[in-house]
T-cell receptor, first 112, second 117 residues
Framework: DAKTTQPNSMESNEEEPVHLPCNHS???????IHWYRQLPSQGPEYVIH???SNVNNRMASLAIAEDRKSSTLILHRATLRDAAVYYC?????????????FGKGTHLIIQP | GAVVSQHPSWVICKSGTSVKIECRSL??????MFWYRQFPKQSLMLMAT?????????EQGVEKDKFLINHASLTLSTLTVTSAHPEDSSFYIC?????????????FGPGTRLTVL
C-alpha cells in the first residue's frame, strides 16, 4: 500500500466542522482512499472510502483532490464522541485480501 | 450488522502460560480474518492473515510458533499466545472481512488487552 501523511494531532471545538487532511502523493490509479478511526481503548471502525469523486455518508464526507494526491475527511459537526485517532489508508482493490497498513494517524481532540 | 466480537476483553496471566483469544463474526461469514497488535501510544501492526480452512500467513518478524492461529469456521478465528512473557503484553485486535464484499471493508473487534506478569 502507498504511503500517506497526516498531521499528528488536531484540535477543534464541539459542534464545529473539522477538516482532517491526508497527503498521498504516490497514490496509484487503483488505490482507494479509506478512512478508519479508533476511539480510546477500542478497535478501529470504518468511516468512509472513495476513489475519485467526493463521498458522503452518515458519519462524514470525503473530499478528494482532482489529482488524487490528497484528500480531506470532513466531520460536519464534531461532538465529544468524535475524539479519536483518524487513519487515512490507501487500499489497492485490484489484488487479493490483505491486512491494513496503519500509519500514525491524526489524534483529534475535541474541546467542549 | 457486521459485528465482530472478541473474548476475553482483557486477561492477566503469569509468565510462561498460554492465552487463547477468540474472534467471532456475529452476523456475517468471513473467509478472511486478520490479527493486529497495538502497543501503548503506537499504531496497529498487522500480525497475520487468517484464512478459513488453511494455514495463517504471518508478517515478517512474527513468530508463528508463538502466536498460533486457527480459523476453523467462517465465523471464528483464535489466536493463542504460547508461553507468554511480559513483552507480549499488548492490545490484540482482530478484524474480519466480509466474504464477497465488494469494498473489502474490514470490521474490527473491540480488542483484547493482554497483561503478562
Amino acid at each position: 500500500d502507498a504511503k500517506t501523511t497526516q498531521p499528528n494531532s488536531m484540535e477543534s471545538n464541539e459542534e464545529e466542522p473539522v477538516h482532517l487532511p491526508c497527503n498521498h502523493s504516490t497514490i496509484s490509479g487503483t488505490d482507494y482512499i479509506h478512512w478508519y478511526r479508533q476511539l480510546p481503548s477500542q478497535g478501529p471502525e470504518y468511516v468512509i472510502h472513495g476513489l475519485t469523486s467526493n463521498v458522503n455518508n452518515r458519519m462524514a464526507s470525503l473530499a478528494i483532490a482532482e489529482d488524487r494526491k490528497s484528500s480531506t475527511l470532513i466531520l460536519h459537526r464534531a461532538t465529544l464522541r468524535d475524539a479519536a485517532v483518524y487513519y487515512c489508508i490507501l487500499r489497492d482493490l485490484g489484488g487479493g485480501a490483505d491486512g491494513l497498513t496503519f500509519g500514525k494517524g491524526t489524534h483529534l481532540i475535541i474541546q467542549p | 450488522g457486521a459485528v465482530v466480537s472478541q473474548h476475553p476483553s482483557w486477561v492477566i496471566c503469569k509468565s510462561g502460560t498460554s492465552v487463547k483469544i477468540e474472534c467471532r463474526s456475529l452476523d456475517f461469514q468471513a473467509t478472511t480474518m486478520f490479527w493486529y497488535r497495538q502497543f501503548p501510544k503506537q499504531s496497529l501492526m498487522l500480525m497475520a492473515t487468517s484464512n478459513e480452512g488453511s494455514k495463517a500467513t504471518y508478517e515478517q518478524g512474527v513468530e508463528k510458533d508463538k502466536f498460533l492461529i486457527n480459523h476453523a469456521s467462517l465465523t471464528l478465528s483464535t489466536l493463542t499466545v504460547t508461553s507468554a512473557h511480559p513483552e507480549d503484553s499488548s492490545f490484540y485486535i482482530c478484524s474480519a472481512m466480509l466474504a464477497g464484499g465488494p469494498r473489502r471493508e474490514q470490521f474490527f473487534g473491540p480488542g483484547t488487552r493482554l497483561t503478562v506478569l
